[in-house]
C-alpha cells in the first residue's frame, strides 16, 4: 500500500499512513497522533507500527505528547520515505506504484511478509523462512520468467497473478 499524506494526517489518518508499505507526505504534510489529546487510546494498528518504524521512546513522545511533525521531520523519524513539493505528490505516489508493478506479485508479497514477520523470529529462523520462499518463487512461473528474462538481458513479462 502506497501513502500520499496531503495535509494534517491525525489520529486515525496517522495510524493509517504508517500501515503504508511506503509513504510520500507533501511539503504541507503535518502528523500528530492525538489520541490521548481527545480522551482516547490509540488504535488502527498504531501501537503496533509506530514502535517498530520509530522505537518506543519515540512512539511514546508522539503518543503522550501529541507532538506535531512536519513532514521533513517524519522524514527524519523514519515515518515517511519522500517529502516532496505539494503539486509533485500524486505523481511521485503514481510513479512508486507503476515501479513496484514492474516486479512480479508474488514476490512483493513475499518480500513484504518476510519484512513483517522479521521482528519476530531469529536469524536461523529468518534465514529458513528466506530459503523456503525463494525456492518456491524460483520454481514459480513468474521466478521462471524472470530468471530467463535476467539471462537474455530482457525485460521480464511477469503473469499477473
Excluded: H
Aim: proline share 4%; net charge negative; glycine share 10%.
Amino acid at each position: 500500500m502506497i501513502v500520499a499524506v496531503n495535509g494534517m494526517a491525525a489520529g486515525a489518518g496517522f495510524s493509517l499512513t504508517l500501515a503504508g508499505d511506503l509513504t510520500v507526505a507533501a511539503e504541507s504534510a503535518r502528523f500528530t497522533m492525538a489520541y490521548t489529546k481527545v480522551g482516547l487510546s490509540p488504535d488502527g494498528g498504531s501501537s503496533y507500527f509506530l514502535p517498530r518504524l520509530v522505537g518506543l521512546r519515540k512512539a511514546q513522545e508522539l503518543m503522550l505528547t501529541n507532538r506535531m511533525l512536519s513532514a521533513d521531520e517524519a522524514l527524519d523519524w523514519g515515518l515517511v520515505n519522500r517529502v516532496v513539493p505539494d503539486d509533485e505528490l500524486l505523481a511521485t505516489a503514481n510513479t512508486l506504484a507503476a515501479t513496484i508493478m514492474q516486479g512480479a506479485p508474488r514476490s512483493n508479497a513475499v518480500a513484504k511478509q518476510l519484512l513483517l514477520q522479521t521482528f519476530g523470529n531469529g536469524p536461523e529462523t529468518q534465514m529458513e523462512l528466506e530459503g523456503r520462499e525463494i525456492a518456491a518463487c524460483a520454481g514459480s512461473a513468474s521466478g521462471q520468467e524472470g530468471i530467463a528474462a535476467f539471462t537474455e538481458k530482457r525485460k521480464p513479462s511477469f503473469p499477473s497473478v
